[in-house]
T-cell receptor, first 113, second 112 residues
């Protein structure tokens, strides 16, 4: 079975801190994604990556950056955390660009105080 | 832009009932659709994937169908159990994008 692992289930950070959320998949998938999920707003795509060192903006990239130095790892970076970035963050991966099943990590609940 | 709507937003049924969750979309040029389950505070678990050339998929008590011409998908759950209580989300991969577009979900409660 595909496994997508997020480094933390829960995080509490202070406003202005630099925050790293890590995601690792173990099935050599090409594509990786970061979403955030908020009540009433559903899942919104932040960034995605089709290959190592490649990244593309999703619907809400402001305030975030990403890094993909290795195929199995996709990091989401909050350069200066703000309270409006308190959310559930979800990482996902797919094998290829089309017609493939998406697998999600267990989620990271980030609280910025 | 692809729009995905899930109705109802919430549903409560007694144990043992068969039920149908609905998902509609606006772009018929889809590549696949996927149904997920999400328990409170957890990530998404993939339930069923339907490719664009398929009309339905089955897994245990779950059956998902796809009708591209009408822009609809349904998830049928047979003989519901309290353990089925969760939020169910549908998501589409369309030809114009390489990422999934999600519905807002249906929160299902199965009462013992």
């Amino acid at each position: 079975d595909v496994k997508v692992t997020q480094s933390s289930r829960y995080l509490v950070k202070r406003t202005g801190e630099k925050v790293f959320l890590e995601c690792v998949q173990d099935m050599d998938h090409e594509n990786m994604f970061w979403y955030r999920q908020d009540p009433g707003l559903g899942l919104r795509l932040i960034y995605f990556s089709y290959d190592v060192k490649m990244k593309e903006k999703g619907d809400i990239p402001e305030g975030y950056s990403v890094s993909r130095e290795k195929k199995e790892r996709f990091s989401l970076i909050l350069e200066s955390a703000s309270t409006n970035q308190t959310s559930m963050y979800l990482c996902a991966s797919t094998e290829g660009p089309l017609n493939t099943e998406a697998f999600f990590g267990q989620g990271t609940r980030l609280t910025v105080v | 832009k692809q729009e995905v709507t899930q109705i109802p937003a919430a549903l409560s049924v007694p144990e043992g009932e068969n039920l149908v969750l609905n998902c509609s979309f606006t772009d018929s040029a889809i590549y696949n659709l996927q149904w997920f389950r999400q328990d409170p505070g957890k990530g998404l678990t993939s339930l069923l994937l339907i490719q664009s050339s398929q009309r339905e998929q089955t897994s245990g008590r779950l059956n998902a169908s796809l009708d591209k011409s009408s822009g609809r998908s349904t998830l049928y759950i047979a003989a519901s159990q309290p353990g089925d209580s969760a939020t169910y989300l549908c998501a589409f991969l369309s030809g114009s994008a390489r990422q999934l577009t999600f519905g807002s979900g249906t929160q299902l409660t199965v009462l013992p």
